[in-house]
């Protein structure tokens, strides 16, 4: 049986990547006290083979009950169930918007403070099982479709291969990769901004693509990139690495990013190895 603990901060999307999950098969159960998740586990296996996957959704929603989360995993690691932990998060700002938008109070929330205050306490609380989270997914500028195909890669792919690599395009006048584990900076190559009859076109038509390979300096860094990536994944395989997060970033995150991730992207596939790829800000001017 699959378990994936669901956890992050209010706001990041959590119900959006259960209604995903469940689309992909997973029996999900929202707002769960960890105490009763090894028990709950149990009885799933019970069934026989009914409930192959499962996911349940645990946070500060919880209040202190939360607390226990590792020492109750720890009880559900010792009946035999393997987990992973997926942390949904999102930019300070995004949340605050998305709270607004929603009307919905934090669960944190105090008479007198603010939305800030409380998603500072809950980053607090919440900062362990960020840092032994197996798939942390930055939601700010993700689509539900995104997230979707994102989760769709982590949890349908054969498990034997282990490790996922997300290839993720950037735009840096739009603020940095936060959630790239390697992050490179194309900005030092030919912009097909500055083409008239490209300036509005993408890394994903085939016109920017053509100029953006047309540079040798651009193809020469498309080869040495290619090399310390397939280097690079039987090391972190080994290391037990869940996801590694390669952020390609320009100027505006729309032309040349988004081609070479687009390219990074295949390469990977032909290996055999198991990728998404998104753009986060292919969609902004």
């Keep these: 049986m699959a378990i994936v603990i669901v956890t992050g901060v209010s706001g990041a999307g959590k119900s959006r990547a259960v209604n995903a999950l469940e689309d992909i098969g997973f029996y999900c159960v929202d707002n769960m006290p960890p105490a009763l998740i090894p028990k709950f586990a149990e009885l799933c296996l019970q069934t026989n083979g009914k409930i192959q996957n499962m996911a349940i959704v645990t946070d500060v929603r919880g209040g202190t009950l939360f607390n226990s989360l590792f020492s109750d995993l720890e009880e559900l690691r010792k009946q035999g169930g393997d987990y992973k932990i997926l942390f949904l998060d999102a930019d300070d700002a995004v949340l605050m918007r998305r709270f607004k938008e929603t009307r919905r109070l934090h669960p944190l929330s105090k008479p007198g ?4 205050e409380a998603l500072s306490a809950e980053r607090e609380i919440l900062r362990p099982a960020r840092e032994r989270a197996d798939y942390i997914i930055d939601t700010s500028n993700l689509s539900p479709a995104q997230l979707k195909q994102r989760l769709t890669v982590l949890f349908l792919g054969d498990k ?7 290839c993720m395009s950037f735009g840096f006048k739009y603020g940095p990769a936060t959630e790239g584990d390697l992050v490179f900076d194309v900005r030092c190559f030919p912009n097909p901004f500055y083409v008239d009859t490209l300036k509005n076109l993408t890394g994903l038509d085939a016109a920017v693509k053509d100029f953006v390979f047309s540079s040798d300096a651009t193809c020469q860094f498309l080869v040495k990139l290619f090399d310390m990536i397939d280097f690079l994944l039987p090391h972190y395989i080994e290391e037990g690495k869940s996801q590694l997060v390669v952020a390609i970033g320009c100027t505006g995150g729309k032309h040349r990013s988004v081609a070479i991730a687009e390219a990074l992207y295949r390469h990977l596939l032909e290996k055999g190895v198991r ?3 998104n753009h986060r800000d292919i969609q902004k001017n």
């Design 275 to 277: 990728a998404a790829v």
């Design 113 to 116: 403070s603010t939305i800030q």
């Design 160 to 166: 034997k291969t282990g490790l996922v690599v997300n």
